[in-house]
Structures are given as C-alpha cells and as structure tokens.
C-alpha cells in the first residue's frame, strides 16, 4: 500500500501541511505514480487471495487511471497476477448510452482493462446504460444492494472532475448519496466533448455510484494529474466541506489518499507558497517566485516592496539572506528585466551576458515543433515573425496531422468541391458517401483522414508563406501514434521518436521551441513533447547538440507563471494584427472548433488576451508597458 511504502505525514497535524485537511502524496509524473497505485492494487488482489476472499474493486474511467490499468495489465501478463478472486464495480455510466458504443464506459473498461486479464465475465459490474426509465430507479437501488452483499467496496479508485465531482457526483449531490441518475454539470460535458466529437453529442444524464457509496469503501485513492486539476484540487483538500465540492466530502474518510502528479499539486500552499509554511531554502528560483508573488498580493510594484510587506507575508528570513528590500527589489528587477527581448534568435554584435539569448552565431537554424498544425501561429506567432524577419533559417515541424480536429461537414464540403472539378473521381465519391451515411462509432476511414489531413496541411502552408516562410522550410511529419481516426492515440512508439530524431540531425538546430502546455485537453501535446524529450536523450552526445537550446511554449489554454519566464519577447499592436491573421488561415479551426476546452472563446481571442495579461503582469511589476508578450521557459536536457 501507498501509505506502507512511502514516508508521509498525516494531512494537517505538521506545520508545512496546516492547510491540508486530506492526505496526499505528490509524485514527478503521473507515471511514476501510476505505478505504485497499480502495486497497492496488486498487493491488496494478492493478500486477499491468500485469505481465499474475493478482492472488491470500485473502478473508475476517464485519462487519469489508464496508466494504472496499463500497469496492472503487464503485472498479469509479465507476473502472473490473476484477477480470479476479483469483483469490480464501475463508478458510472452515461445514460442513456449502449454499451457497444465507443464512448461508454462499459467500452473503455473492456478495452483499458477487462480484455487483457482473467476476470470473470460475471463478475465485471458496469452500470447499464440501457435500462428502461421506468426501471432506472430499481436498477440504481439493486447495484447499491449488489455492492453491499459484498461487503462493501476494499478499494475506490477515482479521478476528480473540474466541478470537484467524483464519479458523476456533481455539484449538490449529498453526503449520504447512494447510487442514482443525476444530470451532468455543464463543465463535465465541456470536458467530455473532445471524446464525443462535441458537446452537442455527449449525454446530458448519467448513472453513479453515491457520495455514501464512495465512502463507504475501505480504501480510497483520487488520481490528480494535470494543471488543470489545480485549483479544484486545492479546494478540495485545504477548503471547507461542501456539497458544492463533493470530493470534500472525502475529508472526513480516514483511509484517503490523494495521489498527484507536481503540476495538480501546484496551487497547494505548501507547493505555491512554502514560506507560507515553513522554513526555506532559498534558491534563486524561490526568491523570484515569493517576489512576484509578493508584488502581485500587495498590488505593488517591485521597487516599491517594502521590508515591513516582507516580514508581514513569512519572508523574514528572505530579508535576513538578502539585506533589505532595496536591495532584493532591485535585484529580481534586473532578473525580470534581462528575460526582455526583441531578439529571440539572439541580437547581432552586442553584448548578451544579461540577454535570454546569445548572439552568436548571428543567424541561427531554428526548428519551431508544432503538435498540430496551428499551435506554432497560436502561441508563439509574434516570434516567429520576429525569427524570420532576421534573417535566422527558421524551419517548423508539424508533429501531427491534426486530422481528427476537422469536423464531417467541413471535410464533405472540400469533398464536394473536388467532386464538382473533376466528377470522375471515386476517391471523392466514396467519401461523399462515407461522410453522408457516417454513424457515431463510425472511425474515419483511410480517405477521410487523408482529407482531413490536407485541409489542415493547405492552412499551415498559408498561415506560413503570410509570416514569409518558404515552403521547403515547412515540414509534416505525421507522427503515427496519432493516426488513429479516433480521439484516443497510440502510445509514443519508436517510429515517433525516430522521426523526431531525423528531423533533428538534419537541420542540427542552434534552437529548438517547442510546446511545453501539458494541459491539452486531449493529450498530444504531452506526447509530442515527450517524444522530443526522448529524441535529445538519444542526440545529446552530438556535438552540434552542445549548441542546441530549447525553449518551450504554453498553447492556448495556460501560459507560463511570471517567474518562470526566461525569455519575454514583446509585441507591437501591429505585431498582434500579423498574428491574428496568421492564425485566420486556419479556418477550419476557426467557427466552431472541435475541442474548445473549457473556454468558448475563439483561439485567436483567448490567445490575444493571454499574451496582453501576460505585458499586463510585467507592467504592473514595475516593468515597461507592451501591447503583448509571448513567454518562454528554457528547458535543460
């Protein structure tokens, strides 16, 4: 179990987890973590085997438990461990929904879990979408009665929604809940969306496992993983009970743990604000963040910070390391100040000691990795104007084809227009027909992600020859982990990393950008980064990699903290107009995008008022006054 095999204190009885009011433990990645959740389970399915009893198991669906069952999948099939002795119960089902359908949870289970180890058939438990209205309050009352002839549940499994829901438990769903329908918050469906193709297509009810359920399980674990867990998490484990929140309601269970990865962990104050709570080591880094910070609470300017906002907020010892405030506030100002440039690829002849970038060599081979294909004109546009502009050999690879993120009606138009030039083609034709007579669990066929894939192809092509790129600078590299017609991708496979690495060893980049926003909605981010990740372990020992730097990008959900950013590159009010209409070429994307996220706004809106908060910040740190700014962090391999 967690709890035995890892060093913790108990939530809320030592002075760096006051706040906290529910254990937790936070882990480097999700991964990581995912393994040791997979080792409790395994652990508990094995003692319970000894003892000749059934090992009871809530389960849950969604991203943030496939790793575990990934993990317990191998332990089966490399280790021997048998699932006999096991019952599970699922948390919740969409309602209706037909458990054929590729969105159902019974589905997911089957393909993440059920069909790769020896469960008994009838001893899987998932609610059933099907079931008639006039006995869904029957069949909710028997799946609670079900669990209980079992003793109850050994061990719940559970993610956590943006809402704070656990299972479908939304927002006022009651503590002493059982099994029920409810109908699902509008955020939970904004979530769902990109899986349904839509939020038009994702069910508006479902049926769930209970707050008292959920409670009523020995052993608890919530998976956390993602900065868009953040916040709720925070609320979750440092606020009050309730019903608003409903997984604060696991505050009073006495056999919890939070497993969360560094970014859900980030809004925590012992995480955000440790000077907060205990003694600290001051790194450089920890100093310009409480600076910031600081700044930011007391609505003040840098150099107007004074030694009593220091001692009133936990930062005594700071000062005492520092000198005074004078002192401190002039010295994270020139930390700021030196992440300003104009010159991203490094500026000609001047002296760069207290430049982001060095000046040398003069023009530099720059490769921009775009996950899809408009990522590079989205969150970094401006610079990469200003890249090309000076004279740097700029190159951008387009990891994915983005495919799936055209809708049915834009591919059939293209489609139709093809047909209507030339009406002999019967490549047009059958996907005319597909298109037209296409059902839900309907995957694209070869044809039309084909189509779907030049759409987005013809856009980047325009959106870069507008920014003055020529055509043989543009690269596709159509990573096959994401070439499954579907929302849900491969795993990053050799092949990936193989084409990462070519790219690299060809153009042997003085600089690569990259997108480091691990909080896409749909994942390809994080994989596209961790093949890049991958291909610098493999290339690093080159010696034209010693002159290789990295900076990473956020998109167009989340942008860098303050003090995170080593390379601020302004832009003009003209600059911004360039970049808005960059982004215009992207017209598929443009009306109604496939996956919003939880923001209505247009890519282009949401990205132009990041990058004006983002000036905004620096301004109202005492810095100078910009139209925008985009941000970069350098990442060290």
Known sequence: MIKEGIHFKEAGKFEETRFEKIHNVIFNSSQEASVLVAQEIANLILRKSELNELCVLGLATGSSPIKVYEELVRMHKEEDLSFKNVVTFNLDEYYPMDKDNIQSYFHFMHEHLFNHIDILPENINVPDGKVSSEDLQQYCIDYEMKIKSYGGLDFQLLGIGRTGHIGFNEPGSHINSGTRSITLDHVTRIDAAPAFLGIENVPRKAITMGIGTIRNAKRIVLLGWGVSKAGIIRQTIEG???????????????????????EASSELTRVKTPWLVKSCVWTEELKLKAVV?????????FLKLTDKDYNDNGMSSLLTEEGTAYDLNIKMFNKMQHTITGWPGGKPNSDDSHRP??????????????PHPDDDVISMGGTFDRLVEQGHEVHVAYQTSGNIAVSNEEALKFAEISMALNKNSSEAA???????????????????????GLIRRSESLAATRYLGLKDSNVH????????TGTIKKNNLSEADVDIMCDIIETIKPHQIYAAGDLADPHGTHKVCLDSLFEALKRLKRNDYMNDCWVWLYRGAWH???????????????DQVLKKRHAIFYHQSQKDG?????????????????????????????GLAEYAAIEAFKRYYF
Do not use: C
């Open 476 to 483: 596709f590299l159509d990573l096959p982990f994401y070439e």
């Open 559 to 573: 942008e860098w903290d303050s003090y995170q950013i080593e390379m601020a590159v302004p832009m003009s009010p």
């Open 430 to 452: 059958n996907i005319i027909n597909f298109l037209k007579n296409k059902s839900e669990n309907d995957i694209d066929s070869i044809e039309v992600r084909k189509l779907k």
């Open 593 to 621: 995008v496939m996956f919003q996220g939880d923001d209505s706004r247009e890519f282009w809106v949401r990205v132009e008022d990041r990058n004006r908060l983002t000036a905004k910040k620096y301004n109202d740190l």
């Open 293 to 301: 910070w600081l700044s930011e609470l007391m609505g003040k300017p």
């Open 357 to 370: 970038e060095r000046s040398t060599p003069t023009k530099k081979r720059v490769i921009i990795f775009s």
């Open 240 to 262: 009050e009970i309730s019903s608003h929140v409903p997984a604060t309601y696991l505050q009073d269970h006495n056999n919890t743990t939070f497993v969360l990865d560094s």
